[in-house]
């Protein structure tokens, strides 16, 4: 029983009670099941506060729109009405500036409160001001801050994040997490760099052109990246001389990871090989932390995680998405498809039929960012009836944003694909484990449960995040995605409820040549129960003597639209089963 003196009511119970207020007040009651998703984070972030929780990482993952902001700044303004009692400190880490300001914003602190920590002079100028972030209870950084300043260190040896000479007891991590940040080194990326080095930094050259030559053949080998090329990376990082943006990423990826293992993978395209591998994980006395992430439940990182005994999840609830009408176009999509005109005008024309069948509605779409050789938002304006407005988010973007939580159409363009070598990447950085103690080949394939998590976070910018007592608002989503993998099963996954629905125009036919190549292709892996057919054998097969007339065959959409629809992929030789 508690006393009748407030002060002495839980913090945990106190931000519970401020939330359901918080609720009501928006007339939005609360479901059950997000009662207990709420209480059990309220519970961990008094336990950290007192030190009580074990040293592992947490995992809140409510969906987005569930109040998740809401019950951070909840929990806050509750330990500060007590005094901040339990005695403790807060580390807030979220992805970008921009985000700080709007979570300040959010959260309602009093200047004296709080302090920000990053590289932005306007942003340290917040609350307690800069100069003073040793002083406040509660810190707000971004998350890139944390990961380089205990690259090197511990968590306790890195004063930056203390609270009067003490690291700080709860830590939150806002979105997404893995242990490590994941890296991969294509071969061309690390030859492109001897010619442009070989004026100002010749021995760099040197070394980078003996290191090529010498990797072994066998696919998975394990191979050391050099110590010596992170100081290297870094002379050069320190006066770029005009180098471009792609080679400066492949520097400050050397200069993370020079020392550490890699492995040398096949990797689709020119050069065919690719180091993959990740940074140094988080410092191991980092935990305890509680992650926020509105995508831990379709994420395939978390099971990685929480499989190596690491991870913790917390209560989680789904919105039932019975409000959201999902229209999928599953149709090849990829950035190849997208910069040939003739392809992407055909999808386009189909994206602007059911926008301007919506004329006076509000638009949301979300694709790839702008390059030089892509520009959908352009592609796209130029298509669609200028009396039809829409705005716009690419990949990367598309996440951490309340601005278009009223707009109840959304047009996804793309599957938000990485290459493949970036998921191994990215489930080597999951496990937290060295190179050497991971089988590179028993590694899960994150493809599906990554295209999950950007449809997710794309869809959920929009008027569906608007939940009612645990319901999703409504919503209509036109989606273009690609068809391997088999994107229905992995959007009703991610959406429980939603009303799905197929759309776009009928395929077009195969060509003479496209049929007869696919014809041949599927007799060869079902009668010799293969998982591949040459392309040699094929060409022949199909009475094709000309390579490059037997390559535009490949790359006519019927074709690779058949090719996604039998799980196939086309590597450098061969024909094989993705």
């Not at 061309?188 to 930094?201: I, M, T």
């Not at 910018?461 to 992995?490: F, H, K």
Request: a neutral charge; hydrophobic letters at 40%.
């Amino acid at each position: 029983m508690y006393l009748s003196n407030n002060s002495f009511i839980p913090v945990s119970v106190k931000s519970m009670n401020l939330l359901e207020a918080d609720f009501i007040s928006f007339n939005l009651p609360l479901s059950v099941s997000n009662k207990m998703a709420f209480k059990g984070l309220f519970d961990s972030f008094e336990a950290s506060l007192t030190g009580e929780l074990e040293s592992k990482y947490y995992l809140s993952s409510l969906d987005p729109g569930s109040g998740k902001t809401q019950a951070i700044s909840c929990f806050l303004k509750a330990w500060k009405s007590n005094g901040f009692f339990p005695e403790g400190s807060v580390l807030v880490g979220v992805k970008t500036k921009d985000e700080i300001k709007g979570l300040v914003k959010r959260l309602g602190l009093d200047d004296a409160d709080f302090a920000c920590l990053t590289r932005d002079d306007e942003i340290n100028a917040l609350g307690l001001g800069d100069g003073r972030q040793n002083e406040a209870r509660i810190l707000i950084t971004t998350q890139q801050m944390i990961l380089s300043r205990t690259r090197d260190r511990s968590f306790s040896a890195a004063s930056d994040f203390h609270f009067e000479g003490k690291p700080r007891s709860l830590r939150i991590w806002d979105e997404s997490l893995v242990l490590a940040e994941p890296v991969t080194l294509s071969w061309g990326s690390l030859a492109e760099l001897v010619e442009p080095l070989k004026r100002h930094h010749r021995e760099f050259s040197r070394f980078m052109e003996r290191f090529l030559s010498e990797l072994p053949d066998e696919e998975n080998s394990l191979v050391t990246l050099p110590s010596e090329f992170g100081q290297f990376a870094g002379r050069v990082l320190e006066e770029p001389r005009g180098l471009g943006d792609s080679y400066v990423a492949t520097l400050k990826a050397i200069r993370r990871v020079a020392g550490r293992s890699f492995w040398l993978v096949a990797e689709s395209g020119q050069s065919g090989r690719a180091l993959v591998g990740a940074s140094k994980p988080l410092p191991a006395d980092f935990a305890p932390v509680i992650i926020t992430d509105a995508s831990g439940r379709v994420r395939g990182t978390y099971d990685i995680w929480e499989s190596a005994g690491g991870l913790i999840r917390l209560h989680t609830s789904a919105h039932d998405y019975g409000n959201v009408r999902v229209h999928l176009w599953a149709t090849s999509v990829g950035k190849d498809v997208l910069r040939d005109d003739q392809a992407s005008r055909r999808i386009y024309r189909e994206v602007a039929k059911v926008m301007e069948a919506k004329k006076g509605e509000r638009w949301l779409v979300i694709s790839h960012k702008q390059r030089d050789d892509l520009n959908v938002k352009e592609d796209l304006r130029a298509t669609v009836a200028l009396d039809v407005p829409f705005e716009y988010l690419w990949w990367g973007r598309h996440h951490g944003t309340n601005d278009y939580k009223d707009v109840k159409n959304i047009v996804v363009i793309g599957s938000g694909f990485y290459a493949d070598v970036t998921y191994k990447a990215l489930a080597l950085a999951a496990s937290g484990k060295p190179v050497g103690d991971c089988d590179v080949g028993a590694l899960p394939n994150l493809k599906g449960s990554e295209f999950q998590h950007n449809i997710l976070q794309a869809v959920m910018r929009g008027n569906a995040r608007n939940s009612r007592d645990g319901v999703a608002g409504e919503c209509d989503v036109y989606i273009v995605a690609s068809r391997v993998p088999e994107p229905a099963a992995l959007i009703e996954e991610a959406f429980p409820g939603c009303v799905l629905e197929r759309w776009g125009p009928p395929e077009e036919g195969l060509s003479q040549h496209g049929k007869a190549l696919m014809f041949v292709l599927q007799q060869h892996l079902a009668n010799h129960d293969a998982n591949s057919m040459s392309k040699k054998a094929l060409r022949e097969a199909v009475g094709i003597g000309n390579k490059q007339q037997f390559g535009a065959i490949l790359k006519q959409i019927p074709v690779k639209m058949m090719l996604e629809r039998l799980g196939l992929v086309v590597r450098n030789k061969s024909i094989c089963r993705l």
